[in-house]
C-alpha cells in the first residue's frame, strides 16, 4: 500500500470519497475501539476521590499549632491596644479640663464635667468612652498646694488604665 520509497501512500492507494458513496464501518470501530481502550485504562488507574484521614489531620495539626501561637499574642495586644485607648480619652479628659479650668477661672469641674466639656460647641464634641466598658470619673487634687485635675477609669485596677505620671 505505501510506496517503497517515501512511505507515503499513492493515489492509486486512497480510496475516493465522493457524495455516492456509503460510510464505512471503520470509523464506528475506531470510536469503539478508543472507548474501550478508555475504560480499561479507567479500570486500571484508581480515583481519589477526596483527602486520606492523615492528610486531613496533618492540615488540623498545623492549624492547631498556628492557633496555640497566634490567639494569645492576639488577646494580649487587643488588651493593650485597648487600655492604650482608654489611657489616650483619660489625656483628652485631662487636658479639656485643664483648658476649661483657665479659661472659666475656676477651681473646680465639679460632677457635671460632661455638660461642661462634651458637646458640639464645647473642647470634645463626642464622648470619649472606654473600650472595655469603664465609665471616667473627673475630679480636681489638691497636694501640696498645687491643684490638679485627675481622671480615672473605673477599670483602673483590674486592667491597668492609669494614666502614667506627667513629668
Known amino acids: 500500500m505505501l510506496s517503497a520509497n517515501s512511505g507515503i501512500p499513492n493515489k492509486n492507494e486512497i480510496p475516493a470519497i465522493g457524495y455516492d458513496s456509503k460510510p464505512t464501518c471503520n470509523a464506528t470501530i475506531f470510536l469503539i475501539d478508543f472507548a474501550s481502550i478508555l475504560h480499561t ?3 486500571k488507574t484508581p480515583h481519589r476521590q477526596g483527602f486520606t484521614l492523615v492528610e486531613i489531620m496533618i ?9 496555640a501561637i497566634a490567639i494569645p499574642n492576639f ?16 489625656h483628652l479628659i485631662m487636658t479639656s479640663a485643664e483648658n476649661w479650668r483657665t479659661e472659666n477661672h475656676m477651681a473646680m ?5 460632661k455638660t461642661e466639656l462634651v458637646g458640639p460647641a464645647n473642647y470634645i464634641k463626642v464622648e470619649p468612652t472606654c473600650p472595655c466598658g469603664g465609665t471616667y470619673t473627673v475630679t480636681v487634687s ?5 491643684e490638679q485635675v485627675v481622671v480615672t477609669c473605673s477599670h483602673a485596677e483590674d486592667m491597668q488604665h492609669v494614666l502614667p505620671p506627667e513629668d
Open 41 to 43: 485504562h479507567a479500570m
Open 59 to 67: 492540615v488540623v495539626a498545623i492549624i492547631g499549632v498556628l492557633a
Open 75 to 90: 488577646v494580649k495586644n487587643r488588651r493593650e491596644s485597648q487600655r492604650r485607648a482608654c489611657i489616650e480619652n483619660m
Open 109 to 113: 469641674i465639679g460632677d457635671n464635667w
Open 142 to 146: 489638691d497636694e501640696e498646694g498645687l
